[in-house]
T-cell receptor
Framework: GAVVSQHPSWVICKSGTSVKIECRSL??????MFWYRQFPKQSLMLMAT?????????EQGVEKDKFLINHASLTLSTLTVTSAHPEDSSFYIC??????????????FGPGTRLTVL | AQSVAQPEDQVNVAEGNPLTVKCTYS??????LFWYVQYPNRGLQFLLK??????LVKGSYGFEAEFNKSQTSFHLKKPSALVSDSALYFC???????????FGTGTRLQVFP
């Protein structure tokens, strides 16, 4: 149980295009989903927190117009990187926390999406 | 401010030997502590957590961790390491004020055959 999926697992795009990454909780409902970015050999950097049906809360320094987050349902959140540039190339990881049950205290992570912007 | 420290960038251990990956924390109130493992180009996998109760917590793949309140530590342990345990390990604490996870910098575990 407590599986989180991400799609795509990797994507290569041209500079200036937009890329959408999906995050799904497969076997539980998630009140809250989180989006992280990880640079090589570094820890995770929280980008934003989203709750179903409400606007995402962005961390300081993260451009909300560039990284659009939609938490449309209790099992799906999307991150859209708009007008991507090479400096947006990174490993993006989502995580979800359950609505109810014994797993509510724990964040479960997706497998990550490797974005490369040419 | 809430924080997590993983003092070792890398831990090397021979297969079959016990392993310890260290973690200390600083948090106001009762800590919610977690260990995650990350394999190359993958997301984080949940290993175990301490919320309340017994100080020794058992988790996935034979790992366990001991919560020590006086030393503010939550070290990850395994009695007998496997080569397949080689990965990046993250300790995390939940900030009681924001509900966000605060991660340590990670410790790379290398188990040699």
């Amino acid at each position: 149980g407590a599986v989180v999926s991400q799609h795509p697992s990797w994507v290569i795009c041209k500079s200036g295009t937009s890329v959408k990454i999906e995050c799904r909780s497969l076997d539980f409902q998630a009140t809250t989903m989180f989006w992280y970015r990880q640079f090589p050999k570094q820890s995770l950097m929280l980008m934003a927190t989203s709750n179903e049906g409400s606007k995402a809360t962005y961390e300081q320094g993260v451009e909300k117009d560039k990284f659009l987050i939609n938490h449309a349902s209790l099992t799906l959140s999307t991150l859209t990187v708009t007008s991507a540039h090479p400096e947006d190339s990174s490993f993006y990881i989502c995580s979800a926390r359950a609505l109810s049950g014994s797993i509510t205290d724990t964040q479960y992570f997706g497998p990550g999406t490797r974005l490369t912007v040419l | 401010a809430q924080s997590v420290a993983q003092p070792e960038d890398q831990v090397n251990v021979a297969e079959g030997n016990p392993l310890t990956v260290k973690c200390t924390y600083s948090v106001s109130g009762n800590p919610y502590l977690f260990w995650y493992v990350q394999y190359p180009n993958r997301g984080l996998q949940f290993l175990l957590k301490y919320i309340t109760g017994d100080n020794l917590v058992k988790g996935s793949y034979g790992f366990e961790a001991e919560f020590n309140k006086s030393q503010t530590s939550f070290h990850l342990k395994k009695p007998s390491a496997l080569v397949s345990d080689s990965a990046l390990y993250f300790c995390a604490v939940r900030d009681p004020n924001t509900d966000k996870l605060i991660f340590g910098t990670g410790t790379r575990l290398q188990v040699f055959p």
